[in-house]
Protein backbone atom coordinates (compact mmCIF):
# COMPACT_ATOMS: atom_id res chain seq x y z
CA UNK A 1 0.00 0.00 0.00
CA UNK A 2 1.10 3.30 -1.03
CA UNK A 3 0.51 6.89 0.65
CA UNK A 4 1.13 10.12 -0.92
CA UNK A 5 1.44 13.84 0.16
CA UNK A 6 2.79 16.86 -0.43
CA UNK A 7 0.71 18.10 -3.38
CA UNK A 8 -0.47 22.07 -3.76
CA UNK A 9 -0.23 25.15 -5.28
CA UNK A 10 2.54 27.11 -6.23
CA UNK A 11 3.80 29.85 -8.15
CA UNK A 12 6.03 29.55 -11.38
CA UNK A 13 9.23 29.15 -10.52
CA UNK A 14 8.57 27.10 -6.68
CA UNK A 15 9.26 23.76 -5.68
CA UNK A 16 7.43 21.22 -3.77
CA UNK A 17 8.52 18.24 -2.03
CA UNK A 18 6.31 14.72 -2.19
CA UNK A 19 6.54 12.16 0.07
CA UNK A 20 5.44 8.63 -0.56
CA UNK A 21 4.80 5.64 2.20
CA UNK A 22 4.78 2.41 1.27
CA UNK A 23 3.76 -0.37 3.46
CA UNK A 24 3.51 -4.00 3.10
CA UNK A 25 6.84 -3.79 1.19
CA UNK A 26 9.87 -5.50 0.78
CA UNK A 27 12.93 -3.48 -0.41
CA UNK A 28 14.79 -6.28 -2.15
CA UNK A 29 13.85 -6.07 -5.99
CA UNK A 30 11.81 -2.90 -5.17
CA UNK A 31 11.67 0.12 -7.88
CA UNK A 32 9.61 2.74 -7.08
CA UNK A 33 8.20 5.76 -9.50
CA UNK A 34 6.57 9.43 -9.68
CA UNK A 35 3.99 9.37 -12.66
CA UNK A 36 1.91 12.52 -13.57
CA UNK A 37 -1.42 12.62 -15.09
CA UNK A 38 -2.62 15.79 -16.49
CA UNK A 39 -6.36 16.45 -17.98
CA UNK A 40 -6.55 14.74 -21.11
CA UNK A 41 -2.64 13.66 -20.76
CA UNK A 42 -1.64 9.58 -20.22
CA UNK A 43 -0.10 9.23 -17.51
CA UNK A 44 3.86 9.31 -17.55
CA UNK A 45 6.53 8.43 -15.82
CA UNK A 46 8.95 11.48 -14.65
CA UNK A 47 11.05 10.03 -12.53
CA UNK A 48 12.10 6.52 -10.74
CA UNK A 49 14.26 5.06 -8.65
CA UNK A 50 15.68 1.35 -7.94
CA UNK A 51 15.88 0.57 -4.17
CA UNK A 52 19.00 -1.58 -4.50
CA UNK A 53 22.32 1.08 -5.19
CA UNK A 54 19.55 3.97 -5.59
CA UNK A 55 20.05 4.28 -9.41
CA UNK A 56 17.30 6.79 -11.04
CA UNK A 57 16.05 7.76 -13.81
CA UNK A 58 13.92 10.80 -15.27
CA UNK A 59 12.26 11.96 -17.82
CA UNK A 60 13.67 14.76 -20.27
CA UNK A 61 11.06 17.22 -19.21
CA UNK A 62 12.21 17.15 -15.67
CA UNK A 63 16.02 16.53 -15.93
CA UNK A 64 18.00 18.72 -13.92
CA UNK A 65 14.66 20.50 -12.13
CA UNK A 66 13.11 17.26 -10.03
CA UNK A 67 15.11 14.40 -7.76
CA UNK A 68 13.60 11.94 -6.61
CA UNK A 69 14.96 10.01 -3.30
CA UNK A 70 14.90 7.10 -0.83
CA UNK A 71 14.62 7.24 2.84
CA UNK A 72 15.46 2.81 3.43
CA UNK A 73 14.72 3.29 7.15
CA UNK A 74 11.14 4.50 6.11
CA UNK A 75 10.68 3.01 3.12
CA UNK A 76 9.47 6.05 1.17
CA UNK A 77 10.39 8.08 -1.83
CA UNK A 78 10.32 11.65 -2.25
CA UNK A 79 9.89 13.75 -5.07
CA UNK A 80 12.14 17.52 -4.59
CA UNK A 81 10.34 19.41 -7.81
CA UNK A 82 12.31 22.58 -8.36
CA UNK A 83 11.96 25.47 -10.42
CA UNK A 84 8.53 24.18 -10.91
CA UNK A 85 6.53 25.38 -14.51
CA UNK A 86 2.75 25.41 -15.58
CA UNK A 87 3.32 22.25 -17.65
CA UNK A 88 4.16 20.56 -14.59
CA UNK A 89 0.42 21.27 -13.38
CA UNK A 90 -1.03 17.65 -12.80
CA UNK A 91 -2.36 14.63 -10.45
CA UNK A 92 1.05 12.82 -9.11
CA UNK A 93 1.01 9.61 -8.34
CA UNK A 94 3.86 7.06 -6.73
CA UNK A 95 4.01 3.57 -7.72
CA UNK A 96 6.14 0.66 -7.12
CA UNK A 97 6.96 -2.99 -9.00
CA UNK A 98 9.03 -5.46 -8.05
CA UNK A 99 11.93 -5.31 -10.36
CA UNK A 100 14.00 -2.99 -12.74
CA UNK A 101 12.97 0.19 -13.44
CA UNK A 102 10.22 0.24 -16.43
CA UNK A 103 9.06 3.21 -18.27
CA UNK A 104 4.81 1.79 -19.11
CA UNK A 105 2.15 2.57 -16.16
CA UNK A 106 1.45 -0.98 -17.00
CA UNK A 107 4.48 -2.43 -15.18
CA UNK A 108 3.27 -1.08 -12.09
CA UNK A 109 1.71 -3.05 -9.42
CA UNK A 110 0.97 -0.43 -6.44
CA UNK A 111 -0.01 2.66 -6.61
CA UNK A 112 -0.55 5.62 -4.32
CA UNK A 113 -3.66 8.14 -4.77
CA UNK A 114 -2.54 10.59 -6.04
CA UNK A 115 -1.92 14.39 -5.17
CA UNK A 116 -2.52 17.23 -6.76
CA UNK A 117 -0.10 19.86 -8.27
CA UNK A 118 -1.04 23.13 -9.17
CA UNK A 119 1.90 25.70 -10.95
CA UNK A 120 0.04 29.06 -11.53
CA UNK A 121 1.86 31.25 -13.95
Known amino acids: QLQASGGGLVQAGGSLRLSCAAS????????MGWFRQAPGKERELVAVIRWSGGSTSYADSVKGRFTISRDNAKIAVYLQMNYLKPEDTAVYYC????????????????WGQGTLVTVSS
Open 24 to 31: GRTTSSLT
Open 95 to 110: AARSGHPRWPATEYDA
